[in-house]
Structure formats: C-alpha cells, structure tokens
C-alpha cells in the first residue's frame, strides 16, 4: 500500500510562486510515473503534469511556461513549482501516482488527499 502526502498549498497573489510537494511511502516511486491534478469546484479534475520514469515532463497548455514538475527518487517526493500564478490555478491540488508492473497489468493508482491552492487578484 502506498501513501501519499501533500504540502505547501496556500493563499497567495496573483504572479505569485508556490511549491507543492508529495512525499510518497513505500518502494514502487522511482518506478512510477508521478502526476499532479487539479480539481477548481464545480469543474472536473484535469491532469496538469506528470513525469515519467525517466524524466520526462508533460504540462497541459493552460500551466506551460509557469509551472515545473520534478522528481528526487532518493526522497519518494515529487514537486510541483508554480510561479506566475493565476486566479484561474485556484483549486485543490492532488498527487497520483500511477505504477504499471509489465505493459500487461492493471496500473495501481494511488492519490494524496489534496492541497488547496487559492490565487487572489
């Protein structure tokens, strides 16, 4: 069983930074690809990056720019940097992290409980 713990959410203004980490327990992180969703009320969760393995990083296009997600799989930890932020990042932030044993089994998904994020204007 894997959990994860989210921290560094927070009220801060508009062009302002904030990171975001997820502190992972147990031994399948650095064979896992780490994702960070978002969740504003009222809309659906979106996937707002996610890096592989290896280190590779995806952004959806609305946070390309402004965001940076990374990884020390020393630490189980996967961050989330954030800067020039927006009133439209508002939302509850969550960690998932998705482990595939082979190509051909089911993934295990697991998420963090989530860290609200509020940018004021």
């Known amino acids: 069983q894997v959990q994860l713990v989210e921290s560094g959410g927070g009220l801060v203004q508009a062009g302002g930074s904030l990171r975001l980490s997820c502190a992972a327990s147990g031994s399948i992180f650095s064979r896992s690809t780490m994702n960070w969703y978002r969740q504003a009320p009222g809309k659906q969760r979106e996937l707002v990056a996610a890096i592989t393995t290896g280190g590779n990083a995806n952004y959806v296009d609305s946070v390309k720019g402004r965001f940076t997600i990374s990884r020390d799989n020393g630490k189980n930890t996967v961050y989330l940097q954030m800067n020039s932020l927006k009133p439209e990042d508002t939302a509850v932030y969550y960690c998932?992290?998705?482990?595939?044993?082979?190509?051909?089994?089911?993934?295990?998904?697991?998420w963090g409980q989530g860290t609200q994020v509020t940018v004021s204007s």
């Open positions: 998932n992290l998705d482990y595939r044993a082979s190509w051909y089994t089911t993934p295990e998904r697991y």
